[in-house]
């Protein structure tokens, strides 16, 4: 079956359902409790899954397949860039968990099911093989969290969660066509057959958009992303990192695994659209982050930016740029979790997000203010963070393929700086001049022990991106060679210098 | 063939009416106190010609299906299956019927008598091959529905419902006939097969006519738009446990009449009436879906919800496939699950007298004082918007499916788009359910027999539900592939 012989995937979506229904009948404390047990142990199996992970080996592990449905099956596997993901699912799931252990205080069982249930759709919409299980389980995930934004959310949370259900589902049912289209015309819904067919090519043009139009709206890209910004701010704080962290992911994975390798001749056509949008994204959200007074707008604004190097990073058609855009995800998925994180703590003291009536944190939060500083820098990309590496390499890719495009791009790295640091610059530099300010205490054990873990492997991935970039090599190669008959010719003409100076003699003689 | 065997044929139907004029007379002479029995027994009655069809079905000589009467009744999976569906929608009907009529002071026999007669009629319904027959059946079912839309005869909302049913069924049943007798004076022939026959190539204007005024009889009895208008006003009016047979039983007759008549009857003519079921399919959504938006009372909002919800069904009617019959087989199935739950969840809507509750507001917080009743509620919410993982999705999936295998994407698209505008007020009851604050309205404990229906319906409308595609598939399959 696979190396574990073991359906270790089907086990770890299967754990947390078992949970999440029986959270729904537990009291507060223990709902809590079995909650944090279970996420962890599924980041146990994670750990499992990374460690027996056979890099080089098949391209799909842990392969298990089961034909349940009549119609479609329970197909799942991985390749490295689902296991990824996998991992930075259940990586974030625990600390999710304990963010709500004390502001959660309503309904906890309900809510601790809906974050287990999320999280088996989350698993399930990476590993799964089938397209239709995939889409299932992409859709699905819209019902836990119009609950969540609904019952936990802040004082606009109706009008968030309506316009976060209805948006997406807008954007995805036309992708419900398209897939019925697809398997009626290959014969055959698993993922891995349609990873290699050809459409034809006038048909890919409206496929692709059709999977555009979901993909944007989940990733989201600019002009599809206002549901984004109210739906962060109305979500409680561990909704807010599993949105920000996770579910935004499904967008670029999608591209990733549907958009390029199925339709790579739609994927050139469209270049200049996925540019366009991106290349306003990138200068236009983050001119729209420098001004915001929330901070959590600001970071959803920012989210968006951050978006867009991953839409750049993937349509470059190139390895550089698609291993780039894949740790952009990773490292947003960590980075901009742990920002959610940071603005939730302070926010558990004061109940305000408005960054005027913070300042100083620095005197009286010093620990706090160290790891905020951390995140700040990660997610500006200094070198040494996850942020580098793959803001680096993604711009690298687009370079070889657009220099104009690069030129944009990378403006929107000087404007996070400035959005980030002025935000820094607010919340924690300055003197205290607010008196409730002051009597804020410093991170307790439990915040600690939330946002230690994000600030190694921020580090880690910085440092050492080898052990990110190796599992993913193969998958990313697979990727490239599919798609490189539609690359598109770089801008970037390069020439050999002639060489002087050698003279007639000298060629033959060497010839001789 | 013989009449023997014609009579051997329509055993379930034969069953029903003797039982039915059996318990007529137990209910006549018992009076009330037989009401509970009277109860009981059409429900076991109801079970045995279940029995008697599923035996029918899987006889070897009967497996590619049999006519009785000289063609005028056909016995073969499309009927069984929609008989089937039916039989079990009319048995919870009955379940759920004592309890809300003691509450509301009498609860009569003739309630089950006359389920029991509507079912006859519509067993003929979905087995005519012959419009007389049709007609008979359509209006033995619909003669008995006026007056179960009246059966609180003290109510004046009831009475006023089973009114404007009548008033507007019997225009619906005119127009049938009219275009009955046009057809048959073209086609020299009442009989679908000779129709079909008959009527072959281009159809001149009265044929045409005849056609349209067919369809639109039958497109008041599924509340298609643009002959809905009845549908909310009854559904409101009438007792919540007709209401709930009426979005049911019926429902599944009309439409699978109307896919007999239009693949048997007129399936040369696809020209001609597809662009009609398209027209309706999707006028029928988007009407559903935005009249829905603004309503207060919960019944009204699943009257609009089955209209829209018939549309659904319309697309794999117009796609005149047998995939696109099956999956309305399907949808049928997963659409009678759900909308029975949503109207058993209407009847747990009480307040401490007993009194049932209607308003959208007073299910307000339903979540925390009843957490059981508003998960199945919301479930049954959400699979009537076609949300994934809840098995309303795969009947909208199906149906799709068939629509663009048949080519017709553009109708895909749309009706696809459109399902989207309804899931804005399914989510809006969910919202009451679950973000507002309690209103405190419904009373706190339940009741067993409704409660155990909605726990079984709600499993099966639950993503559980998936496990039943394997053996539901091939019967619809095999349903659809009758009338081809």
């Known amino acids: 079956m696979n190396q574990l012989d073991f359906p270790i995937l089907s086990l770890m979506m299967g754990l947390p359902m078992l949970a999440a229904i029986i959270c729904l009948f537990l009291n507060a404390q223990a709902a809590r409790w079995l909650a944090l047990v279970t996420t962890l142990v599924l980041f146990g199996l994670g750990v499992v899954l990374w460690a027996n992970y056979d890099i080089g080996g098949p391209q799909w592990q842990y392969v298990e397949r089961s034909d ?16 990824l993901l996998i991992m930075l699912t259940v990586f974030l799931m625990p600390i999710c968990i304990g963010a709500s252990w004390e502001s959660i205080q309503t309904r906890v069982g309900e809510y601790m099911a809906a974050f287990l249930f999320m999280e088996v759709l989350m698993i399930g919409v990476f590993a799964a093989q089938d397209l239709f299980l995939f889409y299932i389980l992409f859709e699905a995930g819209l019902i836990p969290m119009y609950l969540i934004i609904g019952i936990w959310g802040g004082a606009n949370r109706i009008y968030a969660s309506y316009k976060f259900f209805l948006y997406t589902l807008l954007g995805s049912v036309v992708m419900l066509v398209a897939m019925l289209w697809m398997v009626q015309d290959a014969g055959t819904s698993d993922i891995p057959t349609l990873l290699n067919y050809d459409f034809d090519p006038a048909a890919q043009t409206w496929l692709w958009l059709a999977f555009f139009a979901s993909f944007a709206v989940k990733m989201p890209m600019w002009p599809f992303h206002t549901w984004l910004p109210d739906a962060h701010v109305q979500a409680p704080t561990a909704g807010s990192v599993i949105l920000a962290g996770v579910l935004l992911k499904m967008g670029g994975y999608g591209f990733l695994r549907f958009s390029l390798p199925m339709f790579p001749e739609a994927s050139e056509q469209f270049i200049w659209l996925i540019f366009g949008l991106s290349m306003v994204a990138v200068v236009y959200t983050s001119l729209v982050a420098l001004v915001q007074q929330d901070m959590k707008k600001l970071i959803a604004y920012s989210s968006v930016a951050h978006m867009a190097i991953v839409t750049l990073g993937l349509f470059a058609f190139n390895r550089q740029g698609i291993e780039g855009a894949i740790i952009v995800m990773l490292s947003h998925g960590l980075v901009s979790g742990a920002l959610f994180l940071c603005v939730g703590v302070i926010y558990d003291r004061l109940h305000t997000r408005e960054i005027d009536r913070y300042g100083g944190l620095a005197i009286n939060m010093p620990k706090y203010a160290i790891l905020f500083m951390l995140f700040t820098m990660a997610s500006i990309g200094l070198p040494g963070t996850s942020g580098f590496v793959g803001e680096f390499l993604s711009l690298v890719g687009l370079y070889k393929v657009n220099s104009w495009v690069t030129l944009v791009a990378t403006t929107g790295i000087i404007l996070g700086a400035g959005y980030m640091l002025y935000l820094y610059r607010r919340v924690a530099f300055g003197e205290l001049v607010h008196e409730d300010v002051k009597a804020m205490p410093d991170l307790s054990a439990r915040e600690m022990a939330l946002l230690a873990p994000i600030a190694a492997a921020v580090m880690w991935m910085g440092v050492y991106p080898e052990s990110f970039m190796a599992p993913i090599r193969g998958d990313v190669g697979a990727l490239v060679a599919r798609i490189d008959r539609a690359a598109p010719e770089g801008d970037a003409h390069l020439k050999m210098g002639e060489a002087k100076a050698v003279t007639q003699d000298e060629v033959h003689g060497e010839a001789h | ?37 009277v109860t009981i027994l059409s429900a076991a009655a109801l079970f045995g010609a279940s029995v008697l069809l599923m035996v029918l079905a899987h006889m070897p000589e009967f497996k590619d299906g049999a006519s009785a009467f000289s063609d005028q009744y056909r016995m073969d999976a499309f009927g069984s299956a929609a008989k089937f569906l039916i039989y079990l929608a009319a048995i919870i009907s009955l379940m759920i019927a004592p309890r809300f009529f003691q509450a509301g002071g009498k609860y009569r026999p003739e309630y089950a008598v006359l389920i029991l007669f509507a079912c006859v009629g519509m067993g003929m319904m979905v087995s005519a091959t012959d419009m007389m027959t049709l007609y008979i059946g359509l209006e033995l079912n619909s003669l008995s529905a006026y007056v179960l839309a009246s059966f609180i005869r003290t109510d004046v909302r009831s009475s006023e419902a089973g009114l404007k049913y009548f008033v507007l069924g019997a225009l619906a049943s005119g127009m049938l006939l009219f275009g009955i007798s046009l057809v048959y004076g073209f086609a020299g022939s009442t009989s679908f097969a000779v129709i079909g026959e008959t009527l072959s ?34 559904y409101e009016g009438a007792p919540t446990p007709v209401s709930a047979f009426f979005a049911s039983a019926p429902k599944v007759a009309a439409v699978a009449l109307t896919a007999r008549v239009i693949i048997e009857a007129f399936g040369g003519q696809t020209s001609a009436w597809q662009q009609i079921i398209v027209f309706v399919a999707l006028a029928s959504i988007i009407l559903g879906a935005v009249a829905a938006i603004g309503q207060q009372n919960i019944k009204r909002l699943l009257a609009y919800s089955s209209i829209n919800n018939v549309g659904f069904m319309l697309i794999g009617l117009a796609t005149g496939t047998a995939q696109g019959i099956s999956a309305m087989m399907f949808y049928l199935v997963v659409y009678v699950a759900m909308t029975l739950g949503s109207f058993v969840c209407v009847l747990e809507m009480r307040d401490k007298d007993g009194k049932p509750l209607e308003s959208l507001s007073s299910l307000a917080g339903l979540s925390q004082t009843r957490p059981g009743l508003a998960a199945a509620f919301a479930v049954f919410m959400f699979s009537l918007a076609g949300i994934p993982p809840l098995f309303g999705f795969w009947g909208k999936f199906l149906v799709f499916d068939a629509a663009v295998a048949a080519g017709m994407l553009p109708l895909a698209v749309i009706g696809i788009a459109a399902s989207v505008i309804g899931a804005f007020y399914y989510i809006k009851v969910v919202k009451i359910i679950y973000f507002d604050d309690p209103a405190g309205e419904i009373v706190a404990t339940g009741h067993k027999t409704e409660n155990g229906l909605i726990a079984l319906l709600a499993l099966f409308v639950s993503p559980l539900g998936y496990l039943a595609i394997p053996f539901m598939a091939p019967i619809t399959d095999a349903a659809a592939a009758s009338l081809f």
């Open chain 1, 68 to 83: 349940l449905f009549g119609s479609f099956a329970w197909a799942l596997g991985i390749d490295g860039i689902s296991m």
């Open chain 2, 1 to 37: 063939m013989d009449i023997g065997n014609s009579l051997y044929l329509v055993a379930p139907e034969v069953f029903l009416t003797v039982s039915s004029l059996i318990l007529l007379l137990i209910a006549a002479w018992g009076g009330e106190k037989s009401a509970r029995l």
């Open chain 2, 201 to 234: 190539g281009d159809l001149s204007t009265g044929p045409l006519i005849g056609l349209v005024l067919v369809l639109s009889g039958l497109a008041f009895k599924i509340s298609a738009v643009p002959f809905h208008m009845w549908t909310p006003d009854v």
